[in-house]
């Protein structure tokens, strides 16, 4: 009964032999050799030369030897497909044979066999099998189509193998439905754009059936399928909801993670004034407890997967500290992923354990759990303002330890306690000083060395200290030659007199020794700003800090709903989407939230309150970034906030200088059209993106290399957003632009367009000589006269303006596309800003279309360039819309009524001769049915959504 | 899904490689691949989830054997960790323990259950009492048609645990209700925390296709059955308990505990595990450890620990062990303690304190001098915790089974007929006193 014998033939001549044997009339000898094959194949050799032999031995009604030799198959077939034919007779017949368990073997060795000349053999066996009257033989078909999809996937569709497929999710059999499901979903995976599982509500049904009857890994299937619907609306959700959560009691930890991440999804469509919602929060948190005692490496799983759901819905386990304590025989990996959970779940309620279990941390023996346990008890003193002090406390107390990679980590964590409690804690700085020397990582040291130029009127040494650590400056890593360098101007601008000399020093190392631009250009930055204007170097090196935030190490927001939607898969382990790590077409659809119900929702919830409720002027709170970042830190440290820095002196630009404009407002709009756009179009994802660890840095760290547009990007910070109205608008607040505010709109008189503007001088001088001039825009607007103001502007008094426009100005693709970028000249400086024109100013007045060509370009116009929009609530007929369009240039070509319906059909051209075509649906004499449907098509899509917005603006006003 | 799945030994040779997709590429890159980067890898095994060149590779470990599922695409990571405990259980039932000879003496049957549990990287059936009846290594060529059609129905069925037609001369049922108790306690005594994970496991050796149904002194349902008789859920609330979470074999109706709390299965033949438990609440600690460490001086510890059961006299503790870590520059112990016997190992750095019976509301005392090498190693010792094991004859969470009721309608036995056997074990999970 021992196989281990057939491992250790390792005599010369071996192949031979096993000839012989293979050939053997003796059965028993027969199975013997071919075992032996096998297992000279698992240990590697190369037995591939006996492949004619061994696929002689497969016509045998001895299952056990089929099986042996059906394996050997599967490795070798590839290497000789020429050989690999002769098994297909066998195969063909074995499909036909009378034992259920012979037919699915066949099929399923056959899709195995990746040959092209076998798999044109498998399609006619396969058609049969997956009618199969038994389903054992139905189940193992199912999967055999994804097996031929992946061999050619050409092939499966032309034989309508999937139509096939589709039909058994309509099975009688669980297993069958869940195998089927499976291969769909995989298949559908490598076509994201066809609806192969087409799930809609019966078949969501069928799945739900099956879901209570089939084994836990067809529940898994199921359920990962049932994910990727959207239900139409929240009743729906919730409904599925309800079948759903009895799964949470599964044994399969599986099971459970994946009914969690249906729950998760659809959650988002429930109201959060819904009983069944709060039902539904409360049912979570047990599963997700009872998770944390399976086998470890399933913990491992659980523990990453929680720490996503604890930063989308912090409120599912807010009461569940405890079971994230660290045991002390956990594995490494489970120990470092509760401490985290437990940092994001400390609060003020359980601080007082978290921060006993924290310190006990701190003296086990793993460097980088201790590590990152006293970095957690640095996070607690940020987030939990009331434990700082003991917090602070217990740093020191670990500082005294004097273990060097403690003390490294305390002193980082403690300059981020300083940033968040200024004034607070100086006094701890002796204590630091005493271990400066101690310090050999550069986070550790350019941390310390922030601290020493922070508070360099504190600490009597600060010069020779930030000398001492001069001396070997090139050997220094970049981010401590950027802190360094910092720290010693900021030494300077404190204490200019004894220091002169070795600011000097620092800024010729960093400009004329250093091969590192961002060094060279920070030098350089520092240089000017001191030789030209100390006090602006003052305002700019020294100014106040903006907070940090008290959450750290977040996941951006998009990318979290995003991972949310993979909870229990590779992705949730990574933290990373599948696009990061899977190659080819598989798994890069990104997958996406459904959208919140309600409007009002979006913005009370909480994860994305912040940025939806902010002003896009307004900067957030920066973030401390995650480990590593340090540099992007350092920038904001030093420039963080927004300091009102004339971008360019402004007595030597003329303001005719398009270059100058170019250049200069590409680098200061760059930045916020992105936050603009994020807000505007309300999608919190977006919107949430702005300012978060993750975008931090590299919003950071693309303009170091640009040297001075860094210091515009910050200067430009508050551009007041245009927004869609025809009243006038403030375009430019006083307090931006030096007391002159402008406010205005756009207009089209007599087939002209006309800027109309509002200057008010909220100063206290007159103000002067005002000129105007346009960024580079969609459509090539730009002034078709010179601004008119002829008088000066007395302080409180108000000018109104028209300017006439043109649209042969240069042309560049804005984002949004009606956004106009403006610079403003007068007697005081240059000022910018930007605005959003409405679209139907560019409707020009030839813009009836012949019917016929409608109906040609109509046609000619791709389906795909057809959008979709709903007009809601307007009380019009089908003549007072056509002549409200009318007079804004949009001409009905025809009018017809199908089915007790209105359609209109319209057209109308941009200046630059683009045409879009409108169909408009008015429903006349029904009150309660007062939506207009309107559908554009245009052969340059993106302007629909400007031209629908257009169309709502007249069609209400 | 899985692209492969290989087997090594210690040292990092594969015993068993079988690959199921193209994508994972060569197979001998992927299988060196994990030797080098997992098991050859000096430093302790950081994550169970290692990728290397863009190929996951899931892993774990039974005594010396790594079982490695390879793949390149976003797979169910719980999936994959719950299919290779699965593959474990399945050998384990098939071969007993899981060990390179056993592996190497039945390579053929696992490359036989390989195929059959894990299509194209799907798993399928994988309840060993529907694989038993088809993969045997015996071959099955005597089957009639019938069985055929039967095992292929039981494989893909609703019921694919149970097979039809078992028969029992006598019908006959074992219950353990198996209960592992948790502690941290710190020095002081206060609880940091504390919980209780219990499993059933049922033994059933029923005839036909039993309906089963099996109650416990749930608080919840003894709370809803209660709200007549206010007399008796006085009674019995006294005795319920509250139970965070459970989870239960694939057996039970799950839409059914949703709805009505009730647990109902058709069981599977012989020995499985009906459900898993967890609560927190009044908790019984069968043990409490109070600590005394006292440095005397730098080459000197003072230890004295004193142990208090805490359950009725009648019931008696068994194979109760105290462990009292030392630290690593311990040159020398002498220990006396009252009862049992206590051994210094210094292999383990540990005072290991050994009692073969206790009985309840007893106490128990043990002292220790600790010598210690003078060092100079800066780094202070860590003081892991004294950690307890032990096992008594009840139910620390205070679980009750209240019935198990069998029906079977079609064979001709009643629910009196059936033999049943109920058993509490309470064990020691991670019990431990800070000091």
């Not at chain 1, 700085?429 to 130029?453: F, H, K, Q, Y």
């Not at chain 1, 696009?579 to 409007?599: C, I, N, T, W, Y």
């Amino acid at each position: 009964m021992t196989d281990s014998k057939y491992f250790t033939t390792t005599k010369k001549g071996e192949i031979f032999e096993l000839k012989a044997e293979l050939n053997s009339d003796k059965k028993e000898k027969k199975k013997e050799a071919v075992k032996k094959v096998i297992a000279s194949m698992t240990v590697g050799k190369d037995v591939s030369a006996l492949f004619p032999d061994v696929v002689n031995c497969m016509q045998t009604d001895n299952l056990e030897l089929k099986k042996l030799v059906y394996l050997y198959l599967m490795n070798y077939a590839k290497s000789q497909p020429d050989m690999a034919i002769m098994a297909v007779n066998t195969f063909v017949k074995d499909c036909e044979d009378p034992n259920p368990l012979i037919r699915a073997l066949a099929v399923r060795t056959m899709g195995c066999i990746r040959v092209d000349k076998i798999t044109e053999y498998l399609c006619e066996p396969l058609r049969k099998c997956l009618k199969d009257e038994d389903p054992y033989v139905r189940k193992t078909a199912a999967v055999c189509v994804a097996k031929l999809h992946d061999i050619n996937a050409q092939l499966v569709e032309d034989q309508g193998f999937l139509d096939t497929l589709k039909d058994l999710i309509s099975d009688s059999n669980p297993m069958v439905v869940a195998n089927a499901v499976a291969a769909l979903s995989e298949i559908a995976e490598s076509h994201p754009n066809s609806n192969l599982l087409d799930l809609n509500p019966q078949t969501i049904n069928k799945l739900l059936t099956a879901l209570n009857e089939c084994t836990e890994w067809g529940q898994i299937f199921i359920l990962d399928c049932l994910a990727n619907y959207s239900p139409k609306d929240d009743r729906e959700a919730q409904s599925i909801c309800e079948r759903v959560t009895p799964r949470l009691s599964h044994a399969n930890s599986a099971v459970v993670l994946s009914a969690v991440k249906v729950l998760m999804k659809f959650m988002e469509m429930l109201s959060k004034d819904l009983d069944y919602y709060g039902t539904l929060l409360k049912k979570l948190a047990p599963p997700l407890v009872t998770l944390l005692s399976a086998e470890p490496e399933l913990q491992y799983v659980a523990l990453r997967n929680i720490n996503l759901i604890v930063q989308k819905r912090p409120e599912i386990l807010k009461h569940e500290m405890k079971v994230f304590f660290v045991k002390y025989n956990d594995p490494i990996y489970v120990k470092l992923e509760k401490l985290d959970i437990m940092i994001r779940l400390a609060s003020q309620a359980n601080i007082a354990q978290v921060l006993a279990e924290l310190k006990e941390y701190a003296t086990e023996v793993d460097v980088d759990f201790v590590r990152k346990a006293v970095r957690a008890i640095g996070r607690c003193a940020i987030k939990v303002e009331q434990s700082a002090e003991r917090c602070v406390s217990t740093l020191l107390d670990l500082i005294q330890t004097k273990v060097n990679y403690v003390v490294q980590e305390a002193i980082i964590v403690i300059k981020d306690i300083f940033r968040k409690y200024p004034n607070k804690y100086e006094s701890v700085i002796a204590t630091l000083c005493e271990n400066l020397d101690s310090l050999d990582e550069p986070e550790a040291r350019a941390a310390m060395i922030w601290i020493v130029g922070e508070y360099a009127e504190r600490i009597d040494n600060a010069d020779e200290l930030l000398e001492s650590f001069l001396e070997g400056f090139h050997d220094e890593s970049t981010q401590v030659q950027l802190q360094l360098l910092t720290a010693i101007v900021k030494l300077f601008l404190k204490k200019p007199t004894e220091t002169q000399e070795l600011v000097q020093q620092v800024l010729s190392l960093a400009t004329q020794d250093s091969d590192n631009p961002d060094l060279r250009d920070r030098g350089y930055i520092y240089w000017r700003l001191l030789s030209t204007d100390p006090v602006a170097a003052k305002e700019v090196v020294l100014a106040e800090k903006p907070l940090i935030s008290e959450e750290t190490d977040l996941i951006e927001p998009t990318l979290l709903d995003e991972l949310i939607c993979h909870i229990g898969t590779l992705a949730s382990v990574y933290h990373k989407p599948p696009s990061a790590f899977v190659e080819g077409s598989r798994g890069v659809q990104h997958k996406r939230l459904p959208p919140r119900s309600g409007s009002n929702e979006s913005t009370e919830s909480p994860d994305v309150a912040p940025s939806a409720t902010a002003q896009p002027s307004e900067q957030q709170p920066a973030v401390i970034p995650s480990q590593g970042d340090l540099l992007g830190d350092l920038l904001n440290l030093d420039l963080g906030p927004p300091v009102n820095v004339p971008p360019i002196p402004s007595s030597t630009v003329q303001m005719g200088a398009m270059d100058l404009l170019g250049g200069g407002l590409d680098s200061l709009m760059g930045d916020e059209t992105e936050g603009l756009g994020g807000d505007l179009s309300g999608s919190p994802a977006i919107g949430a993106g702005y300012g978060t660890p993750a975008v931090m840095p590299t919003s950071l760290n693309a303009p170091i290399g640009g040297g001075l547009s860094e210091l515009f990007d910050l200067g430009g910070m508050g551009m007041p957003s245009g927004s869609f109205v025809a009243p006038k608008t403030i375009w430019l607040p006083a307090a931006k632009a030096k007391g002159l505010e402008i406010s205005g709109t756009f207009s089209r008189r007599m087939g002209h367009i006309y800027m109309d503007i509002s200057l008010m001088n909220k100063a206290m001088q007159v103000m002067t000589d005002f000129a105007i001039q346009f960024n580079r825009n969609s459509f090539g607007m730009a002034p078709a006269a010179p601004l008119q103001v002829n008088a000066p502007l007395a302080p409180n008094q108000t000018i109104e303006a028209s300017l006439p426009l043109n649209t042969v100005g240069p042309v560049m693709k804005m984002d949004p596309l009606t956004n106009l970028q403006v610079a403003v000249k007068n007697n005081i400086d240059v000022f910018y800003f930007s605005c959003l024109y409405p679209i139907n100013m560019l409707f020009v007045e030839d813009g009836k279309m012949d019917r016929q060509i409608f109906l040609a370009t109509w046609k000619d116009i791709p389906n795909e360039n057809e959008v979709q929009f709903q007009i809601k609530d307007c009380h019009l007929n089908a003549d007072a819309v056509t002549n409200k369009l009318q007079s804004n240039n949009i001409f009905t070509v025809a009018k017809r009524n199908v089915e007790g319906q209105d359609m209109l059909y319209q057209s109308l051209k941009l200046t630059n001769g683009i045409w879009i075509l409108a169909e408009l649906r008015i429903q006349p004499g029904n009150p309660n049915y007062t939506d207009l449907e309107l559908s554009l098509k245009c052969r340059a899509p993106e302007v629909s959504q400007h031209v629908f917005q257009a169309y709502e603006v007249i069609l209400k006003n | 899904m899985i692209g492969g799945l290989f087997i090594y030994n210690h040292k990092g040779e594969v015993l068993i490689s079988r690959v199921y997709r193209d994508d994972i590429g060569n197979r001998r890159n992927a299988v060196d691949a994990f030797r080098v980067n997992v098991i050859h890898a000096r430093q302790q095994v950081r994550s169970p989830v290692t990728n290397i060149a863009r190929t996951s590779f899931f892993h774990v470990k039974r005594s010396n054997i790594w079982l490695a599922a390879v793949t390149k695409q976003n797979v169910n990571a719980a999936m994959v960790f719950e299919f290779l405990y699965k593959m474990c259980d399945v050998m384990t039932s098939y071969f007993g323990k899981i060990s390179e000879e056993n592996i190497k003496n039945n390579f053929v049957l696992i490359y036989e259950l390989l195929d059959e549990i894990l299509d194209f990287g799907y798993p399928q059936n994988s309840e060993t009492g529907a694989l038993k009846t088809f993969i045997t290594q015996q071959g099955i060529k005597s089957q009639t048609k019938e069985e055929q059609s039967q095992i292929t129905s039981q494989v893909t069925g609703q019921i694919g645990w149970r097979r039809e037609g078992i028969k029992y001369r006598r019908n006959e049922l074992f219950l353990d209700v198996l209960e592992s108790v948790n502690l941290l306690m710190s020095p002081q005594g206060q609880v940091l925390s504390a919980h209780v994970s219990g499993r059933v496991v049922m033994k059933s050796y029923l005839s036909g296709m039993p309906e089963c149904k099996f109650g416990m002194n749930d608080k919840i349902v003894i709370e809803k059955q209660g709200k007549g008789t206010t007399d008796e859920s006085a009674k019995s609330g006294k005795q319920s308990i509250a139970i965070d979470d459970c989870t239960f074999h694939q057996c039970v109706r799950l839409s059914k505990f949703e709805s009505e709390r009730s647990i109902s299965f058709i069981p599977p033949d012989g020995e499985y595990e009906l459900m898993r438990y967890r609560t927190t609440k009044d908790i019984i600690l069968p043990f409490r450890v109070i600590p005394l460490v006292r440095e005397v001086g730098r080459t000197k510890l003072e230890v004295k620990v004193v142990i208090k059961s805490n359950f009725k006299p009648s019931l008696l503790a068994q194979k109760i062990e105290v462990r009292i870590p030392t630290p690593l520059n311990t040159s020398g112990v002498q220990v006396i303690c009252m009862k049992g016997k206590a051994k210094y190992k210094a292999s383990e750095n540990a005072i290991v304190w050994k009692i073969k019976r206790m009985a309840g509301m007893k106490e128990s005392q043990i002292s220790a001098e600790i010598e210690l090498l003078p060092t100079n190693d800066k780094k202070k010792w860590a003081r892991p915790p004294i950690s307890m094991n032990f096992e008594v004859p009840f139910a620390p969470s205070g679980l009750k089974v209240r019935y198990l009721k069998v029906f079977e309608p079609k064979l001709n036995y009643s629910d009196h007929d059936v033999i049943k056997w109920v058993r509490y074990i309470g064990r020691s999970g991670i019990y431990e006193t800070r000091c």
